[in-house]
């Protein structure tokens, strides 16, 4: 996003000047004619810092929210409430942003569509919350859920790093270990077995022709999953087929294909409800909890269901269609159908999907943890046997 400095005119041939940010020029001339204002001159503001993307993060978001929820309880307007937060905050992202949001507002635009310009920090569910939030008069209640989601999406993110960060330093080790022996040990050992004219048993000639593979290949071994998955994704986004391909592998992964249908499941649900209850149709609801979906197969098949439901299908039988969401998901989707009641319904399904998340990534911690150590003490093991049993029967020959 670049920062313009214009010059325009209106219809009542008033010259006016100020500041837009936008992708481009074009974007500019677009924003004015809303205002019924006419570009003259515009240029790229040399003082414009760099932008804000690069310096906000989900808690900035969350106290930005926070902030424009409470003014908004007190009746405070929304161009006030975000000159308030402008002056307040110790962020400079958040000074700079909340710059641009009142130059935004003051040329005439709603809030919701100047936040629409920064499509990397603010999800398109959440323009759409606060679009239906401006024209229900209830923003209150849309910035409430928005802060709901984000701190949602930064609980499960820190379950999972709490969950990962175990087994990775349990396989850090491993190649430590593995490095050391391989590098330093087992060489030195070897060399002085051959001189003893010892025949090597299956565990130790297997051991030193794999300490010759790592030491010469140890790049392949280390770098070679990780280039492997960053190549998968960078040919996966460019077909949309390979995409679903894959990402639907990911679901039929064990352990953890479950909890990534739970967590896909839970957001739709939790994004669906939202929408809703806002006010916004079956249709529109579908594709904005879509574009919060990152598994590919999951996401089209929720297009397969807005197809469905425009043909007249029921919204529960279009979903169990789809063959991607649990079975309690299609009942609660019925149940809140046939009572008339389908935000409270749903949000049922997030509560029980998150102690059921929990669980799960508790459970796979669970199960990590001692295969990674049955692994690490079986290769010390193997070493050991490989290493000492012809030792032994080298000191044995010398007696």
């Known amino acids: 996003m670049r920062q313009y400095r214009y010059k325009a005119i209106d219809s009542d041939g008033n010259y006016k000047t100020g500041k837009i940010t936008a992708e481009k020029q074009s974007d500019v001339v677009a924003t004015l004619a809303e ?89 398109p569910i959440y323009i759409g919350l606060i679009s239906m939030g401006e024209k229900t008069g209830n923003l209150v209640d849309a910035f409430a859920n928005i802060i709901n989601d984000i701190k949602w999406s930064l609980e499960i993110k820190r379950k999972t790093f709490k969950a990962l960060i175990g087994p990775t330093f349990g396989i850090i080790v491993m190649f430590i270990v593995l490095g050391v022996m391989t590098s330093f040990v087992i060489p030195k050992v070897t060399g002085f077995l051959a001189v003893q004219n010892i025949e090597f048993p299956a565990t130790t000639t297997s051991l030193i022709n794999f300490s010759a593979f790592f030491r010469n290949y140890w790049y392949i071994i280390i770098f070679g999953v990780p280039f492997l998955w960053i190549s998968s994704s960078i ?32 957001k739709f649900c939790q994004f669906f409800s939202m929408t809703f209850k806002s006010g916004l149709g079956v249709i529109e609801c579908l594709s904005l909890s879509s574009d919060l979906i990152k598994n590919r ?103």
């Open 35 to 123: 205002s019924d204002l006419e570009l003259i001159s515009c240029s790229v503001d040399s003082d414009f810092k760099l932008s804000f993307n690069s310096g906000i993060n989900e808690k900035d978001l969350i106290s930005i929210f926070v902030h424009l929820e409470q003014l908004e309880k007190s009746g405070v307007s929304i161009l006030d409430s975000v000159n308030d937060l402008k002056e307040t905050t110790e962020s400079s992202a958040i000074k700079d942003l909340m710059q641009e949001v009142s130059e935004s507002i003051k040329n005439g635009n709603l809030f919701s569509q100047t936040l629409a310009r920064y499509p990397s920090k603010f999800k």
């Open 235 to 266: 040919i996966s986004r460019s077909s949309k087929n390979l995409g679903i391909i894959i990402d639907n592998f990911k679901l039929k992964i064990p352990l953890f294909g479950p909890i990534i249908k739970k967590i896909e499941s839970a």
């Open 297 to 399: 197969a999951i996401k089209n098949s929720i297009s397969q269901i807005q197809q469905d439901v425009s043909d007249g299908l029921s919204l529960a039988h279009s979903i169990s269609r789809a063959n991607y969401f649990p079975n309690l998901v299609v009942r609660m989707f019925r149940v809140g159908e046939e009572s008339g009641n389908m935000g409270d319904s749903l949000e049922n399904i997030k509560f029980f999907y998150d102690r059921e998340i929990n669980d799960s990534i508790e459970r796979i911690t669970s199960l990590i943890q001692p295969i990674l150590t049955m692994i690490l003490g079986g290769m010390i093991a193997w070493i050991a046997i490989a290493v000492f049993g012809p030792v032994y029967s080298s000191f044995s020959q010398i007696r």
